[in-house]
Structure formats: C-alpha cells, structure tokens
C-alpha cells in the first residue's frame, strides 16, 4: 500500500510568483486535505476536497486555490507568493471527509519566498 | 468554536522517565481528538484517536491518553521515554458529525529526551 506522496520536496520561489503543489492520496483514499505549517505552529486547515469537490475551507483568501482529480490526485496553488507564505505544506488524504475520519499525512513541501 | 491549547512549547525528560504531554480542548460538541507526533523535517504520524469509544486509547508506540470531559483534558502519557521518542507532538481536534474534516491543531509541544 503506498502512502501519502508529496512533490516537490523543497521550493523557492520570489514574492509576486505562482506555485503549484503536488499531492498523491494513498490508495483507496477519496478526500484530500491541504495544511499550512509554518515555522514553530501547529498546521492550519487550508481546505479539503472530496470526490473533486471543495468541501471545506479555512480562513485563508482566494489566491489559495486547488483540485483534485478523478484519480484522487490534487494539486495546490497560490497566486501572488507572500513572504508570510513560506511555509511546509501538508497534504493528507481520508476514506470520507467525516469529522472522525483519520487523516495521513504526506511528508510536506518546504516552500520558502524571497 | 472548538480550539486546543497544549501547555508547555517545551517538555524535557530523562530517558526512562513518565512522560507528559497535556492538552485542553474547547469544544461545543462532542469532539474527535488525536495526537500527532512530527520528527524533523517530516509529515505529521498519528498516534493515537479519541472516538467516543473508550477513554482511555491506547496508540503507537507506547503512547496512551486519557478523554476527562470534567477536565476537557486529552493528555498524552508513556511510562518510559526512549531516545527515538524526540519530536514534536500536536494535539488536535475535529467535530463529531462535521461534514468536513477539518482538524485544528494546537501549537505544539516538543519533547526532548535526556539520556
């Protein structure tokens, strides 16, 4: 069974870039989360997708925007890097998107801007 | 509005020693509640869930907690720290019923390990 998968590993980007974040579910697994760590916090909720639908949103504004594929795969982006945007990035997936639901997580993207 | 607070940015034991990792939720409804442990330059593994099923859960690595609703506690114990338990661990909490699994996240609490 293969787990969470995340590319890339680490990103730099300037302020005022896009960027895109890759996100693999493990297997089996329909509902995908998006998280925002930065340095020395606890990850914040970014939004969650279930069955290629957003399902969900935390408090962050519309430049972060992302899919998810009809093989579960999703992708992040953002719009107009911020330096407060530097961050690890985690994506985890769920067997449905209940509030009980355990969530894996992938090992993160390290994205820093300049 | 539910939240977690960990207190304690910073734990330090002996290797051998009970550990203690404590955490408080808020929550207006019955919550979901989960430790998270993260190693360095890693994702978040879980250790152990609450689901109403039983208070006292039992989870990966020796770990174990305890749900009080009296206390609105859910900390984190071992009896027997071992080197290779340093890390960073994250209390967090999600909604019974919610249709999304949001989970929030406390600040967490690194453990380190004195041998």
């Known amino acids: 069974e293969t787990g969470v998968t995340q590319s890339p590993t680490h990103l730099i980007k300037t302020r005022g870039q896009q960027v895109t974040l890759r996100c693999s579910s493990q297997?089996?697994?329909?509902?995908v989360s998006w998280y925002q760590q930065a340095l020395g916090q606890g990850p914040q909720f970014i939004f969650q997708?279930?069955?290629?639908?957003?399902?969900g949103r935390g408090n962050f504004p519309p430049r972060f925007s992302g899919l998810q594929f009809p093989n579960y795969s999703s992708e992040l982006n953002v719009n107009a890097l911020e330096l407060d945007d530097s961050a690890l990035y985690l994506c985890a997936s769920s067997f449905g998107s209940g509030g009980g639901d355990t969530q894996y997580f992938g090992p993160g993207t390290r994205l820093t801007v300049l | 509005a539910q939240s977690v607070t960990q207190l304690g940015s910073h734990v330090s034991v002996s290797e051998g020693a009970l550990v203690l990792l404590r955490c408080n939720y808020s929550s207006s409804v019955p919550p979901y509640l989960f430790w998270y442990v993260q190693y360095p330059n890693q994702g978040l593994q879980l250790l152990l869930k609450?689901?109403?099923?039983?208070?006292l859960v039992k989870g990966i690595n020796g770990f174990e907690a305890e749900f009080k609703k009296s206390e609105t506690s859910f900390h984190l114990t071992k009896p027997s720290a071992h080197m290779s338990d340093a890390a960073e661990y994250f209390c967090?909490?999600?909604?019974?019923?919610?249709?999304?699994?949001?989970?929030?996240f406390g600040s967490g609490t690194r453990l380190s390990i004195r041998p």
């Open positions: 297997s089996g697994h329909n509902t």
């Open positions: 609450y689901t109403s099923a039983a208070t």
């Open positions: 997708y279930y069955r290629e639908e957003e399902n």
């Open positions: 967090a909490v999600s909604l019974l019923g919610s249709s999304a699994s949001k989970i929030i």
